[in-house]
């Protein structure tokens, strides 16, 4: 089964408030349909819930709930301690600096936006397929990048659509 990560900007604008192009929400509109008869497996994740608290208060029942719908990835560590090291007689052994995952670093140079790369870095690190997003000035302009950094494909849900429709999608 194919497996897709919804990136916070598609879900707001395109079921919330009905702001995605036509094309664009009657896709997400398939994609959802897909998703309820098992075709697809559409997940987000932790990050989307960060960035859903940040909405007032007023505006936020509807994304909370567009939230409780989609399954959570797991969520990734995105920062790492280093192994123990020996450190002097008087000391005894010190656990070593903490650092930020290497995949999430490729993501940050690449990608004007930490959240949108801590998004993508959860999808990728969870072994998604795609990473669904409508985000084409700080986003889709980076796929290729993208996916040479992470191996996570990053596509609109037209996009999405299409490659399901290929045969190589559908006879798995």
Known sequence: MQTGYLDNCIV????????????EAAALRELERRRAVGEIALYTSHVTKEEIAKTPAEHRQPLDDLYEMYEN?????EELRMPRRLGSLRSGFTSGPI???????????????????????QAAKNGLDYFITRDE???????AEIRSA???????????????????????
């Open 12 to 23: 707001p604008s395109g079921v919330v408030r009905n702001q995605l192009p036509p094309q």
């Open 73 to 77: 990835v797991p969520a990734m560590e």
């Open 99 to 121: 650092v930020q995952d290497e995949a999430l670093g490729r993501l940050l140079s690449i990608l004007p936006d930490e959240l949108d790369a801590r998004h993508i870095f």
């Open 137 to 143: 000035e700080t986003i889709l302009k980076h796929a």
């Open 150 to 172: 992470v191996g996570i494909q990053t596509l609109l849900p037209t996009e999405l659509l299409q490659r399901l429709a290929a045969p190589s999608c559908s006879s798995g």
